[in-house]
């Protein structure tokens, strides 16, 4: 598996509360983003990273903010944390040698927002 | 990118191959058949992916047909750990390009 951990990997957090999710990689690829993922919708992609300190949004990218400060870190931050935010959150990266996108990703957070 | 149709869910005898459709017919020439797959709770999984020629990797091998308008992913002998689900997708190859995740195959392998 390519060398992605996130932190953490269960979270329960009360409605109100900002909660940040973190994305560590140790490949030194480029590209990286977060996804969701609920039942009937798949994956969902909410904002990625084209570099350190470039960011743009995805699909559903309302109430979610990201920050790239170091290659090997990619933060997301729920500002005000609501029930419909309770869901599955994967990082995934890209850009590695050979100029292939393949996406990878990590194995997931679980955050419940009660 | 060009949407995907798989079968919701197949099974697999262990040790015999899993071959896994997918239907692409409006694929454009510049896109490319990826396929993932997710175990229970884990993070998708990628396991190959190719334009239009055949592929295979230590995981699986990939027929495209020469229309391009299909596919079949092969896990050549599998086993009760490929027990999954499998998703077909079809996108550029352009970085920062979302995977667009759809149903997938429930592949059960059964011993």
């Known amino acids: 598996d390519a060398g992605i951990t996130q932190s953490p990997r269960h979270k329960v957090t009360e409605t109100g509360t900002p909660v940040t999710l973190r994305c560590h990689q140790t490949?030194?690829?480029?590209?990286m983003y977060w996804y969701r993922q609920d039942p009937g919708h798949g994956l969902r992609l909410i904002h990625y990273?084209?570099?350190?300190?470039?960011?743009d949004k995805g699909e559903v990218s309302d109430g979610y903010s990201v920050s790239r400060s170091k290659t090997e870190d990619f933060l997301l931050t729920l500002e005000s944390a609501t029930s419909s935010q309770t869901s599955v959150y994967f990082c995934?990266?890209?850009?590695?040698?050979?100029?292939?996108?393949?996406?990878?990703f990590g194995p997931g957070t679980r955050l419940t927002v009660l | 990118d060009a949407k995907t149709t798989q079968p919701t869910s197949m099974d697999c005898a262990e040790g015999r191959a899993a071959n896994l459709p997918c239907n692409h017919s409006?694929?454009?020439?510049?896109?490319?058949v990826y396929w993932y797959r997710q175990i229970h709770s884990q993070g998708p999984q990628y396991i190959i992916h190719?334009?239009?020629n055949n592929e295979t990797n230590e995981m699986a091998s990939l027929i495209i047909t020469e229309d391009r308008k299909s596919s079949t992913l092969i896990l050549p002998h599998a086993t009760l750990r490929d027990t999954a689900v499998y998703y077909c997708?079809?996108?550029?190859?352009?970085?920062?390009?979302?995977?667009?995740f759809g149903a997938g195959t429930i592949l059960r392998v059964k011993s």
């Open positions: 997708i079809v996108r550029v190859m352009e970085y920062g390009n979302k995977l667009v």
């Open positions: 190719g334009l239009k």
């Open positions: 490949e030194n690829h480029r590209y």
């Open positions: 409006t694929i454009s020439g510049n896109e490319y």
């Open positions: 990273s084209y570099g350190v300190k470039d960011t």
């Open positions: 995934a990266i890209s850009g590695g040698l050979g100029g292939t996108d393949t996406q990878y």
